[in-house]
């Protein structure tokens, strides 16, 4: 089993939260509840009160880092519209995914529409003029869909896809191909796996799905870790589990990989190639 790691970039600057949506003083909420849950430091509250007045909430530069010191090929998605929480300008977007493409990382869509053909076409159009090149694959924000998104997406012109995701326990089963378009199932996200003020049990229930994927015999499994949660002081917790995740998997000898590389051995094993995927962006 090979292991393939993204990043949902949903958030880059505290400012577009102000005028665009209410995740800030969500944010004051939710975490005011966990420190008298006894569930986050004094110290993380404050910074989280704090949050919202400072300029940087994404952690794509440092986590692409990270990535790049471990050897693992990270896909990056980065959303083309403004929803649910995710706020910044396509100018913001263009900025970063040349700065994750110019560092030879991969970059998709984080989708926002997913029950209508022509505006899905639309962020795989926005994507395609910004970034200069076609989007290869998407993942849509909060993992929404309903019956016919994975069939619009794959008319739309994706390569891959992973969304199929299951909020009540773990989906079993790795990498299928839905007309021309690969979908690979989100075995692991930090969200679900991840207990505020339980670090112990947060790494049991992430150490359960690897078995569990490893004992089906899928191939890939597919981790997800939001960027803005490597921030030091707001997400201590997250950004350990991230910086514990890959220490344990490289400690035992797992293999990263891309998706477009596991791609290119699901087709190698089926047979043919899927010559969309042009040499110079591998
Ligand atoms: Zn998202």
């Known amino acids: ?62 986590v692409l880092e990270f990535d790049r010191e471990h050897s693992i090929p990270s ?56 970034a200069g090149d076609r989007p290869y694959g998407i993942r849509m924000h909060y993992v929404r869909r309903d019956r016919n998104t994975l069939k619009r997406l794959a008319e739309a012109g994706y390569l891959f896809d992973s969304t199929e995701f299951d909020k009540n326990g773990v989906i079993m089963r790795g990498p299928y191909k839905i007309n021309s378009m690969w979908e690979f199932p989100l075995h692991i996200m930090d969200g679900y796996v991840l207990q505020a003020g339980n670090v112990e049990q947060s790494r049991k229930n992430t150490i359960r799905i690897l078995e569990k994927v490893k004992e089906q015999g899928i191939p890939y499994c597919t981790i997800l870790f939001h960027d803005y949660y490597y921030n030091p002081k ?38 043919h190639k899927d010559d969309r995927i042009r040499e110079q962006h591998i």
């Not at 509840?33 to 989280?48: D, K, M, N, P, T």
């Open 234 to 271: 707001c997400y201590p917790q997250e950004r350990d589990w991230y910086g514990w995740l890959v220490q344990y998997l490289e400690e035992r000898g797992f293999e990263f990989i891309s998706f477009k590389d596991a791609i290119k051995e699901l087709e190698h094993d089926s047979g």
């Open 1 to 62: 089993m090979k292991i393939i790691i993204s990043h949902d970039v949903d958030h880059l600057y505290a400012s577009d939260h102000w005028i665009h949506d209410l995740i800030i003083p969500k944010l004051w909420i939710r975490s005011l509840l966990q420190f008298f849950r006894i569930q986050i430091r004094f110290s993380v509250l404050l910074h989280r009160l704090l949050y919202g007045f400072q300029k940087k909430w994404g952690y794509t530069e440092e």
């Open 75 to 130: 896909t990056f998605f980065f959303g083309m519209s403004r929803g649910l929480g995710m706020s910044y300008s396509l100018k913001a977007a263009e900025k970063m995914i040349g700065y994750v493409n110019a560092r030879k990382f991969d970059t998709g869509v984080h989708g926002i529409v997913y029950s209508d053909t022509s505006g899905i076409q639309e962020e795989y159009k926005r994507f395609k003029s910004i």
